[in-house]
């Protein structure tokens, strides 16, 4: 099982509560996720990031077609105007 861990900071931190709607949104839609989880900050310091995704995928090729699934790249268009910063961990368990 790969997990993907993405962290997102928004240029208007008022977009985060949106993007964490519409992530979640794509639970069934996207065939290769295996889980999702998306947790927005709460408690707003100067090394907070805004908004917390997790998904799981059975493998690497999971978390590509996931990337490239036509639902996900539709809310990437919309997402990435709206980010100030994103930082990314993939990891095997195990």
């Known amino acids: 099982m790969l997990t993907h861990v993405v962290l997102m900071k928004f240029a208007d931190p008022a977009d985060a ?5 519409l992530l979640e949104d794509l639970i069934g839609k996207v065939e290769s996720i295996r889980t999702l989880e998306v947790r927005l900050d709460e408690l707003r310091t100067e090394v907070s990031w805004d908004l917390f995704l997790v ?4 493998d690497a090729d999971g ?3 996931y990337q490239t699934d ?4 539709e809310l990437a268009s919309w997402l990435k105007p709206r980010l100030a910063a994103r930082a990314v961990v993939d990891y095997t368990a195990g």
């Open 63 to 65: 978390l590509k077609a």
């Open 70 to 73: 036509p639902v996900h790249l």
């Open 55 to 58: 998904t799981t995928h059975d």
């Open 17 to 21: 509560a949106k993007s964490a709607r």
